[in-house]
């Protein structure tokens, strides 16, 4: 299976999804994944695995707005991908998530766990204590197909 994950965003981040993704492609070596993210980024796949590839893509300048992502969908498109997993979950990878999926694609996103974030942050009594998942919880969870 050819599994395109997405994840764009700070340093930090894309970085915690390599060591998750280091350990789903030695568990599943059938699997080929590939990421797409920042150029920039790339060094942090380096030996993730033999099954893992990396896709650069500046968001920022060749792909900006909405021209930008439908264009960035197309050429993905080409690769032949059997699912599609969005690790960031921001308007940009929901665009691309909802346009692979409206082509019949397989798609998955991360749980970000949204709702519980307003609950412990909101006054009480709403207010709810409770542990969130970790990110690289929250990355396995995605990753699991």
């Not at 790339?42 to 992502?69: M, T």
Request: proline residues 6%; glycine residues 6%.
């Amino acid at each position: 299976m050819r599994i395109l994950v997405i994840r764009f965003s700070a340093l930090g981040d894309v970085a915690m999804l390599s060591p998750v993704l280091k350990q789903v492609a030695a568990d599943n070596i059938n699997n080929e994944y590939i990421i797409l993210s920042k150029p920039i980024y790339e060094p942090l796949f380096d030996g993730v695995g033999e099954n893992v590839s990396f896709i650069g893509a500046d968001i920022k300048k060749v792909y900006k707005g909405l021209p930008g992502i439908y264009r960035l969908f197309k050429e993905l498109k080409k690769l032949g991908f059997d699912y599609i997993i969005d690790e960031h979950d921001v308007l940009r990878t929901k665009v691309l998530r909802f346009l692979f999926k409206i082509h019949g694609y397989k798609v998955r996103k991360i749980n970000k766990h949204r709702e519980l974030r307003k609950l412990i942050t909101a006054p009480p009594p709403k207010k709810v204590l409770k542990q969130l998942p970790t990110s690289f919880e929250n990355y396995f969870e995605a990753l699991n197909i």
